[in-house]
């Protein structure tokens, strides 16, 4: 092998190296706007089901729970007052990851959402989380 030769193999090595490390680099950031609906990254739909999704006994006082499934949250603000949301952030339509301090958080950019309403308690989201109509009946909560 001569010394050209020898050049362009580690020159095409070299270039192989650098496009995989970038390519890995934009399916890093890619990532962390899309993410899996494990971390509550993914672009979600709006729920859709109906029927029973918990059991008051599920839900705390002040704060709520997120039923990933079902596309929804179910927070009770004050004692024995229920009520759902969809799961899905109004800014990039992620699904929200938590329910603590009074507010419904979403990973992906920060917005906060208010457990009583919905409200937009912190951005960058500019709308409420749209309420759904839920049944408590006999310790059931129902989606309707």
Do not use: W, Y
Not at 83 to 89: D, E, I, L, N, Q
Not at 90 to 105: D, Y
């Amino acid at each position: 092998m001569n010394m050209k030769e020898n050049m362009t193999d580690a020159t095409a090595t070299r270039r192989a190296v650098i496009f995989g490390a970038g390519g890995a680099g934009l399916a890093v950031a890619l990532t962390a706007c899309g993410g899996n609906g494990d971390t509550g990254g993914s672009v979600a739909s709006e729920p859709t089901a109906t029927g029973p999704v918990a059991q008051v006994a599920d839900i705390p006082e002040g704060g709520g729970k997120i039923f990933r499934e079902q596309k929804v949250v179910i927070t009770q603000p004050v004692q024995g007052e229920f009520k759902a949301f969809s799961a899905v952030c109004t800014h990039k339509h992620c699904l929200v990851g938590t329910v603590a301090n009074g507010t419904i958080n979403c990973p992906c950019h920060g917005s906060k959402f208010d457990i009583k309403d919905g409200s937009v308690k912190e951005g960058p989201a500019e709308t409420p989380l749209p309420e759904q109509k839920i049944n408590v009946t006999d310790g059931t909560i129902s989606l309707t």
